[in-house]
């Protein structure tokens, strides 16, 4: 696909999202839920696959944040 028709795509997509939200502002993403959807989910804080390490700790050296 030429890269010009991708970028289009990409902006139409972009268009139809009502958020975008980090693995650190779940708390921001439940609340939406809860005014858009009216459902309650329990995300923050919840660390699947974490690293017994800790949360500080990078799980792959070679990786930059």
Do not use: C, H, S
Not at 1 to 21: D, I, Q, S, T
Not at 30 to 56: M, S
């Amino acid at each position: 696909m030429p890269r010009g028709e991708l970028v289009k795509r990409a902006v139409v997509a972009a268009r139809g999202l009502n958020g975008v939200y980090g693995v650190d502002g779940l708390d921001r993403l439940e609340q939406d839920l809860k005014t858009r959807l009216g459902i309650t989910v329990d995300l923050t804080g919840k660390f699947v696959n974490a690293d017994p390490a800790g949360q500080e700790t990078r799980r792959w050296p070679g990786w930059k944040r």
